[in-house]
């Protein structure tokens, strides 16, 4: 199993930015790629970001390219997600997960293990 723990979630105002973590512990060995994805109110969940934990290769929803930059720190097995230009369409809780294939999903049910998520709200 893995455990994944969010963190770094809050209020900001638009055009402020914030820097999300996600904590994984367990077998993380059994882990090749992560991903953030957010869920709006009544809306689906959303692929973010995916970052692969060997090579580093990443990838973004269309929504947030050029805003905010996936990174990992291999040592300490957390992923980072810097979000810049924050606007309150951003609102949305945040979720890190990680899959145990060699790829970047952009879909939910691609993801083995979710963490339990961090809100982010941006006000206008």
């Known amino acids: 199993q893995v455990q994944l723990v969010e963190s770094g979630g809050g209020l900001v105002q638009a055009g402020g930015s914030l820097r999300l973590s996600c904590a994984a512990s367990g077998r993380t060995f059994s882990m090749s790629a992560m991903g953030w994805f957010r869920q709006a109110p009544g809306k689906e969940r959303e692929f973010v970001a995916g970052?692969?934990?060997?090579?580093?290769?990443?990838a973004y929803g269309d929504s947030v390219k050029g805003r905010f930059t996936i990174s990992r720190d291999n040592a300490k097995n957390t992923v980072y997600l810097q979000m810049n230009s924050l606007k309150p369409e951003d609102t949305a809780v945040y979720y890190c997960?990680?899959?145990?294939?060699?790829?970047?999903?952009?879909?939910?049910?691609?993801?083995?293990?979710w963490g339990q998520g961090t809100q982010v709200t941006v006000s206008s």
């Open positions: 997960a990680a899959d145990r294939r060699l790829r970047i999903g952009v879909r939910s049910n691609e993801y083995d293990y």
């Open positions: 970052i692969i934990w060997s090579s580093g290769r990443t």
